[in-house]
C-alpha cells in the first residue's frame, strides 16, 4: 500500500512540460551553448552538467557584475528552464545576485526521469558547478525553492550549515500531506520538508499566498513556524499557486530579505518574534498587506560566531563536496522518523497553468 501510493504521489509531483518549451543549439561561430528562442546574454550561460545518478542536466547561470549572493533556484513542478528564463533575467537583475536555475532530470532538455531522488541528485550537480566552475563558497550561496522545488532545496539545505539564506516559496510539508491530511511522516512519504526544516542552520524566509488552492498556506505557515532562524514571512493575500511574481510585495520583500543576510552577523538586527506572531499559523499575517505599514525588520537570531583560534578555517582540512554530502545525509536519514503533525486536507499539486513572469517588477 505505501509503495503504490508514494508512486502515485511522484507521479502527480512531477508534470514537466510537453514539448518542451526550448531546445538548445549551438552557436556556429563561437560553439557556445544556446537556449532557442532566447538571443543570446553576454552575462548568460547555458551548461550541461553529469549527476550523480547518471543523467545530464540543463542548467542556466546568469551573472550580476555587482552580485555578492547567488541564488541556486528550484523551480516548480510544472515548468522548465524556458518558461522561467525571463523571470530569472529579472531577480538577478533587481537583486544583485548571479543566479543559477537548472532543470530536473525528465524536465526539458535534461535527459532521464524525474523522480525524488534525481532531484536530489540534480541540485547537488548544480551547487558542485557553483563551486568548482565559479568558485562560489557555501557561505555566500542562497537556496531557493519554489513548491515542489522546496523539496530538494531543503535536503541540500539540512546538508550544508553555512548557507547563507534559504526562500521557500509556495512549499510543501511533504508529499502525502499534499494529498492527505496525515499526521505523521510515513516512510513512503516523498519530500519530508517538516522533519528536514529543523536541521537547517541559515535564515529561512517563507512566501505563500493566502488563496493558494494547489498548495494550503498552513504548509508555508508551519514549515516558518519550525524554522530555527525565522525571517519575516510573507503571507501575499490573495495570491494563488502560481502568480506570486506579479505582487509588488514579492520582490520589495525579497530584495530586503537579500539585503539583510547580506550584512555581516554583527549588523544585523536580532529583534525577536513577539509571542502572538509566532504562535499564530493559522490567520494570515497583516504585517505584509499593501494596505498595512512596511514589514518588520528581519528577525534572524543568529549567534554571533566566535574567531576562530590559531588557523583560519579555510586552511584546516578540507572535506570534498561528495564527503561531506555523503556523510551529512546519514544525520539527515537518522532525523526522518515518524513526528506528530496537525495537517489539514490539501489539494494534488496540479500543472501550472501561467509562465512564471515579472511583469509587475517595482524597484524600490
Known amino acids: 500500500m505505501g509503495g503504490v501510493t508514494s508512486s502515485i504521489a511522484a507521479k502527480l509531483a512531477f508534470c514537466p512540460p510537453s514539448p518542451s518549451s526550448y531546445r538548445l543549439v549551438s552557436d556556429e ?4 551553448l544556446l537556449m532557442n528562442p532566447f538571443p543570446h546574454r553576454e552575462n548568460v550561460e547555458i551548461l550541461k552538467l553529469q549527476t550523480r545518478k547518471g543523467t ?23 515548468a522548465d528552464l524556458g518558461q522561467m528564463y525571463e523571470l530569472f533575467i529579472e531577480l538577478s537583475i533587481h ?11 525528465g524536465y526539458g532538455q535534461s535527459t532521464g526521469k524525474p523522480s525524488e ?11 558542485k558547478c557553483l563551486e568548482e566552475t565559479y568558485g562560489t563558497k557555501q557561505e555566500d550561496v542562497i537556496l531557493y525553492g519554489q513548491s515542489v522545488g522546496s523539496g530538494p532545496t531543503l535536503d541540500l539545505a539540512a546538508r550544508l550549515p553555512r548557507l547563507r539564506a534559504v526562500v521557500l516559496h509556495s512549499p510543501i510539508l511533504s508529499g502525502l500531506r499534499v494529498m492527505y491530511p496525515v499526521k505523521k511522516t510515513y516512510w513512503f512519504d516523498i519530500y519530508k520538508n517538516i522533519d528536514k526544516i529543523t536541521l537547517v542552520n541559515c535564515p529561512v524566509l517563507v ?38 511574481e506579479h ?25 525577536c518574534q513577539s509571542e502572538n506572531q509566532s504562535s499564530d499559523v493559522e490567520m494570515p499575517r497583516q504585517s505584509v498587506d499593501r494596505r498595512e505599514k512596511p514589514p518588520r525588520q528581519s528577525v534572524d537570531r543568529r549567534v554571533k560566531e566566535k574567531p576562530p583560534k590559531g588557523p583560519s578555517r579555510k586552511s584546516k582540512l578540507r572535506i570534498t563536496f561528495e564527503q561531506h554530502l555523503d556523510r551529512s545525509r546519514r544525520s539527515v536519514d537518522l532525523h526522518d522518523k ?12 496540479r500543472g501550472r497553468k501561467s509562465v512564471d513572469r515579472l511583469d509587475r517588477v517595482r524597484s524600490e
Not at 249 to 268: A, G, Q
Request: one cysteine or more.
Open 95 to 105: 537583486l544583485k545576485v548571479n543566479l543559477m536555475g537548472y532543470d530536473y532530470s
Open 117 to 127: 531522488s534525481h532531484t536530489y541528485a540534480d541540485i547537488e550537480a548544480a551547487y
Open 338 to 349: 515518524s513526528r506528530k503533525s496537525v495537517d489539514q486536507h490539501h489539494q494534488i499539486e
Open 207 to 244: 512566501i505563500h499566498g493566502t488563496s493558494d488552492e494547489v498548495v494550503d498556506c498552513s504548509h508555508g505557515k508551519q514549515l516558518w513556524e519550525l524554522s530555527k532562524e525565522k525571517y519575516e514571512p510573507l503571507w501575499l493575500e490573495g495570491g494563488s499557486h502560481c502568480d506570486l
Open 29 to 32: 561561430v563561437t560553439g557556445l
Open 56 to 78: 545530464e542536466i540543463v542548467a542556466v547561470y546568469v551573472r550580476h557584475p555587482m552580485a555578492t549572493s547567488t541564488l541556486l533556484y528550484s523551480h516548480g513542478n510544472a
Open 247 to 271: 505582487y509588488p510585495e514579492y520582490i520589495k520583500h525579497l530584495k530586503k530579505f537579500i539585503t539583510t543576510v547580506e550584512r555581516p552577523l554583527s549588523s544585523r538586527a536580532s529583534t
